[in-house]
């Protein structure tokens, strides 16, 4: 068994929104009346689609890598046959990101890479000692790291978990308007700790203002935490504002730490057309095109309201990542 037979590696990633995020449920255009954030079904916890994530950066993998813009976007040609997406075994966007125009008598191809939804990990919220991120066991085993991947529920629901250390002494915190009492006996949280900063790369001034509270708190505390904004719709062809277009939107606030997955498959394992994927030849190298775009998240953001300054999320760097071991099944 080598490493290149396995059919998939899964990397974790964390990131942190230094604009508000909003993603809403409608479509992305600006001045679009719009209001709501897309929302987990069940959690009812507010996420970014991995479809939007993976939009935005085939967009930036197209650009760091020149093939801005017939590469990037949905890939149909213009009437005339020109332009959409190059479809070659040697185009790192369309052998990642997959590619909608047939290559000869193939039919497109779905790509490399595939990302889960963008989940809130960390929520900052305001306290008397200043801001203080979030967290519940729900949301720390949706990472599937070791050790956190069946974190069960807090021994205590009404109180806020703190690591042991000088400036967890306060008996109380208060997370705006709650006011819970604090308690620093969690088993778990060296293990949350370690893992957090480790695999994630989360910083160590949010690691000491870090609180893990019940999973059903954690929802009423981000669901009353979300910013909520007031914009004037544009009218595009005027740029004058539309009367009586006066509308809210919610938004993550800045700080809020996100987390996701990537699957890339083995390259070695699919054609384009006859040939192999000459592009990328490994699970690794497919999370390199992708990782090599990140920093454009922290220039150019994601999700709507792009020119209202939201959206720029800084991927963290992890000190070790946790990349082995969720691969998938080994093929002979
Ligand atoms: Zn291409």
Not at 136 to 153: E, F, K, V
Not at 277 to 286: E, L, T, Y
Not at 304 to 318: E, Q
Request: proline fraction near 6%; include cysteine.
């Amino acid at each position: 068994m080598t490493m290149h037979n396995k059919s998939f590696d899964t990397f974790q990633f964390a990131g942190m929104a230094l604009d508000p995020i909003h993603v809403g449920t409608g479509g992305a255009r600006l001045g679009r009346v719009d209001n709501t954030i897309v929302r987990d079904p069940v959690t009812r916890i507010p996420k970014v689609p991995g479809s939007s994530l993976a939009g935005v950066m085939r967009a930036y993998t197209a650009m760091a890598k020149g093939k801005y813009p017939n590469c990037a976007g949905l890939g149909q040609p213009a009437r005339n046959g020109a332009g959409g997406h190059c479809g070659q075994a040697d185009c790192p966007v369309c052998t990642v990101f997959g590619f909608a125009k047939g290559v000869g008598a193939s039919g497109g191809f779905a790509g490399l890479a595939a990302f889960s939804d963008m989940q809130v990990l960390l929520f900052p919220v305001a306290s008397q000692l200043g801001p203080q991120w979030i967290t519940c066991p729900m949301a720390l085993r949706q990472t599937n790291l070791d050790g956190l991947s069946n974190l069960g529920d807090l021994p205590d629901q009404q109180v806020v978990y703190r690591k042991a250390d000088k400036t967890a002494n306060q008996p109380s915190l208060n997370l705006g308007w709650l006011f819970m009492p604090v308690k620093t006996d969690w088993q778990q949280m060296g293990d949350v700790v370690q893992k957090i900063e480790e695999a994630l790369g989360v910083p160590g001034y949010i690691i000491s203002r870090l609180g893990v509270v019940s999973d059903k708190l954690f929802t009423y505390i981000v669901n009353s935490n979300l910013e909520v904004r007031t914009s004037v719709a544009i009218d595009p062809a005027t740029g004058a504002a539309e009367e009586g277009a006066l509308f809210t939107y919610e938004a993550l606030p800045r700080g809020t730490v996100l987390f996701w997955e990537l699957t890339c498959r083995n390259p070695k394992h699919f054609k384009i057309g006859q040939d192999d994927v000459k592009a990328v030849d490994s699970p690794k190298k497919v999370r390199d095109v992708v990782a090599d775009a990140y920093s454009y998240l922290e220039l150019l953001g994601i999700g709507g309201m792009g020119s209202r300054g939201m959206g720029r999320l800084r991927v963290l760097t992890a000190k070790k990542p946790a990349d082995s071991d969720k691969s998938g099944k080994d093929v002979s």
